[in-house]
């Protein structure tokens, strides 16, 4: 995710210690603040983060959101918060049937901002 471009670039860079240093020898980060031409598909494809704690969607745990779950997930960590980020995960299928039900497959010009929205999600939508 990170080499593709999320976020603006602008996700992780005061973290990176705690991941394997792989993870970002191809990313695309920005350190002068978000950036949506890194991104994938270019655009602007997210909420600040003010939105997400209004919306109760960050826990103290993972002060920067869902992809900071997922990575610790994917490193094993394990949490009484990973049902409910599993389902947040999950809820974004509905993303992917607008995305094949509105597009041509391999039309990657089609909906970018949901595109990057899944993307954000790790959910690679070149593949649909």
Request: charged letters at 30%; proline letters at 5%.
């Amino acid at each position: 995710m990170l080499s593709l471009g999320v976020f603006g670039g602008k996700y992780m860079n005061d973290c990176r210690r705690e991941f394997p240093t792989s993870w970002f020898q191809n990313a695309k980060l920005s350190h002068d603040g978000r950036d949506c031409r890194l991104n994938y598909f270019g655009v602007d494809a997210s909420q600040p983060l003010s939105v997400w704690r209004k919306k109760g969607w960050i826990h103290p745990q993972d002060p920067r959101g869902w992809f900071q779950w997922y990575c610790r997930y994917y490193m094993g960590r394990r949490t009484e918060d990973d049902a409910r980020q599993i389902k947040r995960w999950k809820a974004m299928r509905r993303h992917i049937a607008q995305v094949k039900k509105n597009c041509e497959p391999g039309d990657t010009r089609c909906r970018p901002r949901q595109r990057q929205a899944l993307l954000h999600w790790a959910y690679d939508s070149r593949k649909l």
